[in-house]
């Protein structure tokens, strides 16, 4: 259970999971973020105005499923680093997913990193599409991982190192 | 000589800092000390982001929130700050003694806020003095301020939040981290840093314990056992994990000797984390003109004593008559943002412990 191994069950996914009909429209946060705690900057990040908190601070954030798109601005914002980007429209067979990374070295567009679950067992090797600096200051990095369309709800990490070159 | 200070601050972190920019703010003069020779407390070494609402620099990492606190320190023409000054003694006539530059000083405030912070407990397991077994703070020096990579294969006591921060830590230091083992059947940090963790494959072991450690001269491993409900330890469950380091993040204690030796009122506290000062709604002690804001007066999130600092240091300021209007709407600001980041279930534990000091002040 996640309050004694650290690892979200699928009771616990299921509060967070979008529709199957609005994954398949396109990109979308997920807050894996399950636990009371005063904490908002999320809110405050998304400039679509699609996650919001009630009553105050100490509630888990919602996210809207019609008013995100998925822009990825809010991964690199969360404190906890518990906001992922899914976009089960990648392509016929892949999902895009999209996590927030701080270890070194950070993986290029185009090579391959060895995919992690929530708990930290090894998926394969999946393509990296994106590397982002979330900026001088922010200093966490976004990275976009194109993974089977079945490991997109499983794939929420990668290892740091070890990259390898092309296909 | 006596110095005669109308705003005395001792310690130079979160809530020390927050404290004095409050007071000056709203027109008082402040001395401000540090033992160590920079300011900044702990958050010089906190790199993760930290939590809470903007009004506490949420999102922000902790040593970035020090600097910026810092440099408006030094900025600001009505605080001067004293680093590698080392408060000795405050005696019943109101004196405070401070250890600077080998000098012996002495100084008359008018007003007293300690932000002393906290120290790390311990725990007692054979051997439990071999070198490589650390406190978690000192690692997270080591690391964070020494940039020397502290460990190649480290096991860690405590999975509250400094046990997985500093965890998270060590792993993006490049060091193995073997497992966290918790003594709790739960995780008592923010569960968020426990996930952070075990994606990276980290183990985190709840009902586990150090049994013993062992090494010639210096640590080579551990045996850890799993407890029982009871927390006895289960023959046959021992596990032998060869590591170099032990960091050990089993809770913080305050430091309220000062208040103590002021003559100020303390209690045990077990929320609290300890024998704290009792303390009123505006953080004041029993002794007229003494404040406590921050560790000191009961562990906490340093987003909390950064409100605590500027409650007592606004506080201070009304009392001394200073812009009075602002800094009681200020106080009043700082009290409900107080009672917004403790109202959640992770704030139970320190509204049992406020609720406790509220009873004790009306028995006396």
Redesign the interface.
Known sequence: MLINDGIPTAEDLAKVLPSEERLNKGPIAITECFQEIACNPCVAACPHHAISMEPDINATPKVDPDKCIGCRVCVAKCPGLAIFVVDMTQSEGTAAVTFPFEYIPVPEKGQLACGLNRAGEEMGWFPVLRAVSGGKKNLTYMITLEVPKELAMEVRNIKAGGYRDGK | MIRDVEVLVIGGGPAGLCAAKAAADSGAHVLLLERDDTPGGQLVKQT???????RQF????GF?IGEMLVDEINAHENIELMTDATVLGMYEDGIVTVLKDEKHLKLRPVKTIIATGAAEKFLTFPNNDLPGIYGAGAVQTLMNVGGVKPADKVVMVGAGNIGLIVSYQM??AGVEVECVVEAL???GG???????????????L??WTVKEAYGNGKLEGVILCQLDDKWQQIPGTEKDVPCDTLCLAVGLTPLAELAWQAGARCEYIRELSGHVPICDENLMTTVEGLYCAGDVSGIEEA?SAMVEGRLAGYAVAVALGYDVENAQKEVDAAKAELV????????GKIRAGIAKVEQKRGEA
């Open positions: 993760h982001k930290f939590f809470g609402s903007e949420a999102g922000t990492r970035q792993l993006q059947p739960n995780i923010f569960l968020v840093h426990a996930s952070k963790l075990r994606r990276a494959g980290v183990p985190i709840t009902r987003s917004e980041l403790r109202s959640g279930p992770m704030g």
